[in-house]
Every structure is written in structure tokens, then in C-alpha cells.
């Protein structure tokens, strides 16, 4: 317990954290999720070197520097489905799982797009309480299933990663010192009417994974095992943090190997199809990816408090069809479809979070950097 207390409070304060992102399985409990029984390695494609230089702001940078200063430690590029690019630096390493942070959330949006598919639960439009009637009473009585899905649940919260007193760093205490997700989940009060303001609340994934797991009746490491880690042919192991109650982390325990995350974002650009079977509904994928209201619109007439666009667990960062999986630290899993192109990214920017905005995130920088390496394929 005290190395947990002890890790998770260096968490945003500028500590390194390369040798501790790789062994989450040995700090904390978890679920594990098994390589599949045929694993599928991704092909190969002819090898390419990235561009040396990537435009952002108002100059260019040092596609070598960056890497560096965000401490990353895996990146993998796709291109139509092969590997064109892949190395590794600190820490990290082809078997070495890497916590997912956030990009989690999009593997738990992906399993509810199954589960609808499946018959679990009816409508998006269905309101989450029906399903989840822990959650009555909390700010989540009144959302639909799809508000919670586009943060936009209503709840109050504040995701400040540099502030101690934070909801966010509130939530992570429950981990540090024992307790239930589920129970802080249904702690939270409405602030604001669900489906007119976007505002990026982890635990509206904690809410998805409580109705992931009611409405399929098993746990969040089973089903995604069965329908997703299994299918898809991931190469290893992957493990779920879990709470005191043996609940997963829904929105962002997952810990994976850059390959085996890299082919959720092929997945996607897929349509949802894998080896000529449907594995994610194509009209799900559609929608996951798809920022359908003015309130989902970064910036949109003061209704959206984040940079990207945002649709169901996935943001969006520009109006040309790129989507991506981010996590904090500079997890990535990118996708640009016109360029047939698929990124990930693992890091543990260390400088992530002392501040509430891009100088410490560099998230959009990160796109910057994608965009480029995709110029740079299609040239």
C-alpha cells in the first residue's frame, strides 16, 4: 500500500515515471487478459524513417527532440495495415505493457458498441439509469447512455491533473487508499442539463464500464477478452487495474504493448472489421467518431471546454476525419483514414500535468507530429 501511496502522489509533479508505467501489474491488483490462442502479428511493410522536422505553431521542430522530451518509449506507425515504422526507447520494449491512461476509454466504448450489437441494452438514447440503478440519485439519473458516452453527462467535475484538490486527484485517492470506483461514481452531483455541454469527466467512464458490466453480466476483463483482446489476435498478456472490490479501472487501467494497442485504431480505420469479420458494428464505429452536436465542437459558442472535437470516447482532432485515443502522459493511438494511417504512441512525458494547458501537454503538438509523418508517407 505505501508504494501505491507513494507512486500515485508523484503522479503530475514532474517525477520520471518510465520505470513505473511498465510494471503497473506489480504495484497495484489486476485482472489479466490472455494473448490470443492464435495471435496475429501485424505485417510488414517496407521500412521508413520519420520526417526530421514536423510544422507546429509557428515554426518547425525537432521530430528527435520531441520524442525525447515527451520520455517517449514506444512508437509504431501503419500504414494500409503494415508496419512501417517501429522503435523503442527507455523503458520500453515489443513485450513491455505500458499503462493506457485514457486511451482505455475507447476500448471500453468499442466493447459497449458490441454489447448493443449483441442485444445487452436498447438505445443510446436510453437513459443509463435504467441499466445502472446504483446510479440513481447521482448526477448520472437523467443522462442517456450517449451523453455519457460524449462527456457530456452534465456532472460537476474538474479534471485539473496540476490540482491537488481536484476531482480527478479525488478519484485516484480512492485507488491510493482502497475503495470503490463505483461508489465515488455515484457520488457526483448534476451541475448542468446532460447533452449541452461538453466537459471531459473520467469518471462518465467509470459510469460506461459499471453498464458494460451490468448489462453483459460478467466483468469488464472477461468481455473484453471474449470480444475484442481474442479476435482481434493480440500477441500478449494485458492486464486491468482493479479497485478493492476487484472493479476495473474502465477509464484508464488497461495496461498492453504498442502492437497490441495499435491494432484497435486499425480496427477502426477498418470500419470495425477484422480478417473479413465484423467485430465492432460499423455504424457504432461511425458514430464513435462523429462529433454530432454543436456542444461536441472544441470551442463551440463556450459549450465544449476541450481543445479536440469529441464523440463516444474518441477526440477528434480537426474536421478532417482524423480521430484518436489519448491518454495523459502522451498516450496515442491516431488514426487518419484518408492516409490509410494508424500511430501509436506510449510516453511518460514527465512534465505532463505541472501545468492545466498544451505547454505541459503537448497534445496538439503530438498531432502536429503525426500529421507530418502521414505528409510524409503520402509523398
Do not use: C
Amino acid at each position: 500500500m505505501t508504494d501505491r501511496v507513494a507512486y500515485l502522489q508523484s503522479l503530475f509533479s514532474g517525477a520520471r515515471q518510465e520505470d513505473r508505467f511498465n510494471r503497473q501489474h506489480e504495484i497495484f491488483p489486476v485482472a489479466t487478459m490472455t494473448a490470443a490462442p492464435q495471435p496475429q502479428p501485424l505485417p510488414r511493410g517496407e521500412a521508413i524513417d520519420l520526417p526530421a522536422t514536423y510544422r507546429f505553431g509557428d515554426g518547425d521542430r525537432d521530430t528527435a527532440a520531441f520524442l525525447a522530451e515527451t520520455d517517449t518509449v514506444a512508437l509504431m506507425v501503419l500504414h494500409r495495415g503494415r508496419v512501417r515504422y517501429e522503435d523503442y526507447w527507455l523503458t520500453g520494449g515489443p513485450r513491455v505493457t505500458w499503462v493506457s491512461m485514457s486511451v482505455a476509454k475507447s476500448f471500453v466504448s468499442a466493447a459497449l458498441g458490441i454489447a448493443q450489437a449483441e442485444g445487452a441494452f436498447g438505445s443510446v438514447e436510453d437513459q443509463i439509469v435504467a441499466y445502472v440503478p446504483e446510479l440513481k440519485g447521482s448526477a448520472y439519473d437523467g443522462a442517456r447512455i450517449k451523453d455519457v458516452l460524449q462527456m457530456a453527462s452534465g456532472a460537476r467535475w474538474n479534471e485539473d491533473y496540476s490540482d491537488p484538490a481536484s476531482d480527478i486527484n479525488r478519484f485516484i485517492a480512492v485507488f491510493a487508499h482502497g475503495g470503490s470506483f463505483n461508489d465515488f461514481t455515484a457520488t457526483l452531483e448534476r451541475q448542468r442539463e446532460p447533452g449541452t455541454w461538453n466537459l471531459y469527466n473520467s469518471t462518465d467512464t467509470q459510469a460506461l464500464g459499471m453498464l458494460l458490466k451490468t448489462v453483459t453480466g460478467t466483468s469488464i476483463r472477461d468481455y473484453v477478452e471474449e470480444k475484442l483482446w481474442h479476435p482481434l489476435g493480440m500477441e500478449d498478456d494485458a492486464h486491468w487495474l482493479v479497485d478493492s472490490t476487484g472493479m476495473e479501472m474502465a477509464f484508464g487501467g488497461l495496461n498492453a504493448t504498442a502492437r497490441d494497442y495499435a491494432k484497435l485504431g486499425e480496427l477502426y480505420r477498418l470500419g470495425g472489421r477484422w480478417n473479413g469479420r465484423q467485430i465492432v458494428p460499423e455504424a457504432w464505429v461511425a458514430a464513435s467518431v462523429t462529433a454530432d452536436a454543436p456542444h461536441l465542437k472544441a470551442g463551440a459558442g463556450g459549450l465544449a471546454g476541450t481543445i479536440f472535437n469529441y464523440g463516444y470516447q474518441w477526440w477528434l482532432p480537426g474536421d478532417e476525419g482524423e480521430y484518436a485515443a489519448i491518454g495523459v502522459y502522451n498516450q496515442f493511438v491516431y488514426v487518419d483514414p484518408r492516409r490509410d494511417l494508424v500511430i501509436a504512441k506510449l510516453s511518460a512525458n514527465h512534465r505532463y500535468g505541472t501545468t492545466n494547458d498544451e505547454s505541459s501537454f503537448r497534445e496538439a503538438e503530438t498531432i502536429g507530429l503525426f500529421r507530418a509523418i502521414g505528409r510524409a508517407l503520402a509523398g
